[in-house]
């Protein structure tokens, strides 16, 4: 994990660790009472913070720089990983990785967006905004999953499909458009995890799911805070004011019927902690995938059919 970064509504924590840093520089064990003092405050401070996030201040900690990604997922929750490349047809896209895993010893199939932390990962990683060739990639491995039988488990995290001229000169909204029908047609268990930025059909396109899992600190819509602004108002710098009125929280979300669980994350966000935070989603998946496991293949399809078609129904 990189360094400590600190957001904008989180400069009172940044204050008193700052301090407490100075003071165990210090190396005076009389100051043990204070140190212990402030370290309380921090931790009560943290969590009234992070209790009364407003949605726009839940986007941002979403996208944190420090928040695991599925490559963290697959290193700590799953066994034997081996990643499989390309599309067959055009290239190899790295904002989406995918292949072979073993979880608790079963074999699972493993599609997921990926960021990257530093400048040359993030654009080795496309800042995890898949091409055609990504999504075409995750539906190969998706179809490959149904042949053998084996489990879908995606993990959810980009900001939208990748809107350049080369993207869409090879494709885009087509290859978008066919994994959500294809998905929705899997005769295997898909369970989908959306552990940061859930953004419009380039998060949908590996979305299609039996069970959609969200982090409690993630968010889930159609379009960015700042896009939405920049359409409505013309001004991408109402993103707050937008966030407020798209609700993608997960709080919201789950109203809806679009996911199933929150997944609570440790105090301060999943940035804070990834061990606890990623064998949380890891409880929430094996006790979905028990139960998804027990239906036959016709009722994974139509599971998956209602599930959907439930969402067009408006909450109280």
Not at 121 to 134: L, S
Not at 136 to 162: C, H, N, S, W
Not at 193 to 204: D, K, R
Not at 224 to 241: F, R
């Amino acid at each position: 994990m990189a360094g400590t970064v600190y957001m904008e509504f989180e400069k009172p924590i940044a204050e008193l660790e700052k301090k407490i840093g100075e003071l165990r520089s210090l190396g005076n064990n009389d100051l043990k009472t204070e140190i212990d003092a402030l370290e309380k405050r921090v931790e009560l401070k943290r969590q009234e913070i992070f209790e009364n996030l407003s949605r726009w201040q839940k986007a941002q900690v979403a996208r944190h720089i420090n928040r695991p990604f599925t490559l963290d997922y697959i290193k700590q929750l799953f066994t034997d990983f081996n990643e499989l490349h390309g599309d067959r047809n055009y290239g190899d896209d790295h904002a989406i990785v995918g292949g072979l895993a073993r979880l608790d010893g079963q074999p699972v199939m493993i599609v997921g967006h990926q960021k990257g932390r530093d400048t040359k990962e993030k654009v080795f990683r496309n800042f995890g905004m898949p091409n055609p060739e990504g999504y075409r990639k995750a539906l190969r491995l998706f179809k490959m999953a149904e042949q053998f039988g084996l489990p879908i488990i995606t993990f959810v995290d980009t900001p939208g499909a990748y809107p350049g001229i080369g993207a869409e000169e090879r494709g885009q909204a087509e290859a978008i458009a066919r994994n959500l029908r294809e998905m929705s047609e899997l005769k295997v268990p898909v369970i989908v995890c959306i552990t940061g930025e859930g953004g419009s059909g380039g998060a949908l396109a590996i979305a299609v799911g039996n069970r959609v899992l969200m982090l409690e600190h993630s968010v889930y819509a159609v379009i960015s805070p700042e896009g939405c602004a920049a359409i409505l108002w013309s001004d991408g710098t109402k993103g707050a004011q937008a966030a407020e009125a798209l609700k993608p929280a997960a709080q919201d979300i789950i109203k809806l019927g679009v996911i199933d669980e929150i997944v609570h994350e440790p105090v301060g966000g999943a940035h804070r902690d990834h061990e606890a935070t990623i064998q949380a989603m890891g409880s929430a998946i094996r006790r979905h995938l028990a139960e998804l496991k027990e239906m036959s293949p016709e009722q994974l399809v139509e599971d998956r059919y209602q599930k959907f078609r439930a969402m067009t129904q408006m909450a109280d």
